[in-house]
């Protein structure tokens, strides 16, 4: 297979363990990099004409209504479709929780990830998200927004996951570079979905600061798009967290973080799954990541594993972002 036929095979093989059958763009746009073609030069159009032009492609790859899969897993193209008209259901039901949720102060952007930013949801999914604080405000913010989800009844806890919000990742606006560097994250990051904009140009500030995810998707780019997704803000509910801003900020603000923070870490670290293998859990005063059973410790060994079956040994030997063992 010719470099080109090799990356189409592997991002197609990733995104097969979802069950996640894509278009000839989506192709092109999760592109996984293969060394051998990173410094040439190659148009949207030879992606398609190698797909769809035979070649060593043609009998391992298939199309339905627009989608790619592998030949055989025809029964995907209707589990995509249906899983996408239940994202747009749990769209339209957590619209006024997201509306919500700007009442937190210090809030300067909400990225939603995992299923829901993919259209991949089941009935059972939860809403991931990530929340971006102001600098020396993330305790405050998380223990503000646990609070908020929990008195509305949305917050994801213990086994109540159904369109629960996942309050598992935290960053600043002056750490918006995400230091966990993988192949499973640069896939997940591409499709985060920008929700709100405290600072307006939040979400292109973290996707330039997380300018690694080109490492491993070749045509990775800036988007200067805003999504369809993104909300409107709410003067009311935008001018009631500045005012709760005020009342938290300087000293007052400065000592309700340092309790915060010194309470909730405790707590944290002596959970029992603090250390927990396969997965990792990050706490400081920049970024506070809760992801104790990582589906990263499945999805890049099972990855490798279907590299080795093919042959395409220069994709097989992905690492993970740096999770506990």
């Known amino acids: 297979m010719t470099p080109l036929e090799k990356s189409i095979l592997a991002t197609v093989s990733y995104y097969d363990i979802f069950d996640y059958p894509l278009t000839g763009f989506e192709i092109w746009r999760y592109l996984v990099l293969s060394e051998e073609f990173k410094n040439d030069k190659f148009t949207a159009g030879d992606l398609f004409e190698a797909i769809n032009d035979g070649g060593e492609l043609k009998n391992k790859i298939s199309q339905k209504h627009g989608f790619y899969f592998f030949a055989g897993r025809e029964e995907i193209v209707e589990k995509r479709l249906w899983r996408k008209k239940l994202a747009d259901e749990k769209w339209k039901k957590m619209k006024k929780v997201f509306e919500l949720v700007v009442l937190v102060p210090f809030v300067r952007g909400i990225f939603i990830s995992g299923s829901l930013a993919m259209e991949n949801s089941k009935t059972d999914s939860d809403i991931d998200i990530i929340v971006v604080a102001k600098h020396g405000r993330i305790w405050t913010v998380r223990t503000l927004m646990t609070v908020l989800t929990t008195i509305f009844g949305v917050r994801r806890h213990g086994n109540k996951t159904e369109d629960r919000i996942c309050l598992n990742h935290y960053i600043t606006d002056e750490s918006l570079r995400i230091p966990f560097e993988s192949l499973y994250n640069a896939e997940s990051y591409i499709h985060l979905t920008n929700l709100y904009n405290g600072d307006k140009n939040i979400f292109r500030l973290f996707q330039e600061g997380n300018g690694w995810i080109g490492n491993y998707l070749i045509n990775y780019k800036i988007s200067k798009l805003g999504s369809v997704r993104s909300l409107d803000k709410n003067r009311f509910f935008v001018s009631v967290s500045k005012i709760?801003?005020?009342?938290?900020?300087?000293?007052?603000?400065?000592?309700?973080?340092?309790?915060?923070?010194?309470?909730?870490?405790?707590?944290?670290?002596?959970?029992?799954?603090?250390?927990?293998?396969?997965?990792?859990?990050?706490?400081?005063?920049?970024?506070?990541?809760?992801?104790?059973?990582?589906?990263?410790?499945?999805?890049?060994?099972?990855?490798?594993?279907?590299?080795?079956?093919?042959?395409?040994?220069?994709?097989?030997?992905?690492?993970?972002?740096?999770?506990?063992?």
């Open 244 to 325: 709760f801003e005020m009342f938290l900020s300087g000293f007052l603000g400065n000592n309700a973080e340092k309790i915060f923070a010194s309470v909730e870490s405790r707590r944290i670290r002596r959970d029992i799954l603090y250390e927990k293998s396969g997965g990792r859990i990050t706490i400081d005063e920049s970024q506070l990541e809760f992801h104790p059973d990582s589906h990263e410790n499945f999805i890049i060994p099972e990855f490798n594993r279907r590299m080795r079956g093919a042959g395409i040994m220069e994709f097989a030997h992905q690492k993970d972002s740096g999770l506990n063992e």
